[in-house]
Every structure is written in C-alpha cells, then in structure tokens.
C-alpha cells in the first residue's frame, strides 16, 4: 500500500508539471519515477518530498542534454554517446569473455584495446570523418558507468549519514541531500538506456550482418496518417511510447517493491555489483531478436485510428517497469550498503573537540 501511495503522489505530480514534447525524456522520466515508487518507506524521506521527487525526473533527461553539446572533449567526457550503451557482441569478438570481463573501467579499455586489434577482421572499418571525436573503436561503457555511479551514489549516502551522525550542521545536512539527489537522477538515465534493449547491441538501429530473417524498418504514421518505414531505434525509444499513449499511471499498478542486490565477495575478485549490472545488460540483450521478430510481425505498428497492438504495448511497459525496479534496487543498495565516512567522521569530532587523543 505504501509504494501505491507513492506512485500515486507521483502521478498527481505530473498534472502541474509542463511535460517535454521529446517522448524519449518521457520514458527516462518513467523510468526514474518507477524508481521512486518502488523504494521502501524507510528509505530516506528527503527523496519523497514533491521538489525533489520532480527533481530526480527532471534529472533524468540531464545526459542527453549533455550530447546536444558538440564538442568533441563533451562526447569523450561524462556526456559520450559511449557511457550510454554497449554493443555486448562486440565484447565477445574482441575475444573478452563475460564471466571474466574485467569490472574496472581501464582494465576493460586495456583488455578490448588489445583484443580488437587481434581480431580486426571481425569489426568494420571506420570512417575518419564520422570519428572526429575518436569514440567508434568502443563498443560502449554502460555497464561501467552504471556501476561508477553506484559507487558515487554510496559514497553520498556515507557522507551524509556521517554528518546526521556527528554534529554535521544544516547546511552540510542539506548539500549532501542535494548531491544524493543530482547522482540518483543522473544515474537513472544510464539504467533506463540499458532497459531498452537495443542499446545492447551492434543491431542497435538495424540489423547488422547476415540477415537470413530478413528483419526490416520499424514502421510510424505520418502526417496524412499512413503506415510508412522509420528508423527503429527512435521508434523503439520513444515514437511507440508517444503514439501509443503510455504514461506512469500504467505501470505503476505493476510496480514492485525493491530488493537490495546482493554484493557478497566473489573469488574472482571482481565487483559483485557490476557482475549484477553486467547481467541485467545480458537479460535484455536476450531480447533484441526477439523484438525485431515482433517488429516484423507488426506488434510495433499503429496504423491512423486503431490503437496499438497489446503485444507491443506490454514488451515497451515492461521494458519500462525493468528498468525502473533496477534503478531502484540500485538506490536501495546504495543506501544501506554506505559505510561510516572515517575520515569525515574523524574530522567533524576534530571540530567538536572530541576526537580520541593520539596514542
């Protein structure tokens, strides 16, 4: 009843808010918003006050604001098309296998670098002039830029309950707050990405290769309301979502309550919580063929003056609800997996006058 109530205020919310004419800001923000309303009531209230509930939507959107930059230092940076997908095949023809796939960002880079360059034959050349920013060698870092964001998200938690904890004052109460607040919502576009599914892969805006299926265009109306070829990908992310009218109050019926993910150490020493994100990326990446073959089948279709097929509307809302239940069993993980931050810990009983004498 609890996560009802709040996927309620949530959806009430969104009447006083002017909503964006770019439907795929519309699914982040769904995303996001599936987030919230899946978080316990225990999680920390600062979250569930309308400003910041609104906040953490907006933010959802704030990486492809970044993209809109054209600078070629923006597109290697934080705001790279790269940080948004990865095309997992290429993972495996560079020779990298997923079991052992390394979690740190710069080992990865290290490991692809060499094993593209053994492999050359099985990745396409690239076309200088559409390589200005020096990003098409990738096959893209969302795994990594998921679980980097995590990582900042439990630091913020740390650091706050350090202050709430030791005579930290408002104001300091209040940014820290702020911070958690920025990196909840930024992330949740990241999460949101990988829960569509062709942001998995090298098939990502058409069928690359062999294509004995003959898998073809998505379709959309135009302006005198007929069916004509569009581009899948966009279709996919957002054209389907606007035309067939999907909004929060369908999913949040659905909504589950969130489950912390388990981050037991692991003998191989790799970071449990990117192995995790690593396998929600490999579970939809299971569904591109299978999205295609719906495509084709016309379960993606809206023709001038029929509503959309139930099959379609039930795969793009249930790719919603995944990634907004990730999102937030990230959140949650988050939360309470932060440690005590010793050192600001340390610091804060300095100011006070209480800190342990020296041995």
């Known amino acids: 009843m609890k996560i009802r109530s709040l996927a309620q205020v949530i959806v009430a919310t969104l009447s006083i808010i002017p909503l964006a004419r770019a439907w795929d800001y519309e699914g982040h923000r769904m995303v996001n918003q599936v987030a919230l309303a899946s978080l316990p009531a225990d999680f920390p209230a600062f979250v569930r006050t309308a400003t910041n509930a609104e906040r953490v939507a907006f933010l959802a959107g704030e990486p492809d604001r970044w993209r809109n930059v054209p600078d070629a230092i923006m597109r290697q940076s934080g705001g790279s098309w790269t940080d948004h997908f990865c095309d997992l095949e290429q993972l495996t023809d560079a020779g990298l296998d997923f079991a052992t796939l390394p979690s740190l960002r710069f080992d990865f880079v290290v490991a692809f670098a060499a094993g593209r360059a053994a492999h050359l034959d099985k990745f396409p050349a690239i076309d200088p002039t559409k390589n200005t920013d020096h990003t098409r060698e990738w096959p893209g870092f969302a795994p990594w830029t998921i679980d980097e964001y995590y990582t900042r998200l439990k630091s913020g938690f740390a650091y706050l309950k ?198």
């Open 162 to 359: 350090t202050f709430q904890e030791n005579g930290g004052t408002p104001v300091e109460i209040a940014n820290a707050e702020a911070n958690i607040v920025y990196i909840m919502g930024v992330m949740g576009h990241f999460v949101g990405d990988c829960a569509q599914p062709l942001h998995t892969t090298v098939h990502h805006n058409g069928w690359v290769g062999p294509n004995p299926k003959g898998y073809g265009p998505a379709f959309t109306v135009n302006a005198a309301g007929q069916s004509v070829a569009s581009t899948i990908h966009s279709w996919i992310d957002g054209g389907f979502v606007g035309r067939a009218g999907i909004s929060l109050a369908d999913l949040v019926p659905r909504v589950k309550p969130a489950a912390p993910i388990s981050i037991a150490a692991r003998p191989d020493h790799r970071d449990p919580m990117f192995v995790a994100i690593l396998d929600y990326l490999l579970a939809q990446n299971k569904l591109v063929e299978p999205l295609y073959a719906m495509d084709q089948a016309g379960k993606f279709r809206i023709e001038a003056g029929k509503p959309p097929t139930e099959e379609g509307r039930a795969f793009i809302t249930g790719q919603l609800l995944k990634g907004g239940e990730m999102l937030g069993a990230l959140w949650l993980s988050a939360w309470r997996d932060a440690p005590v931050d010793t050192f600001l810990r340390g610091q804060l009983l300095k100011r006070q006058g209480t800190a342990p004498a020296a041995k």
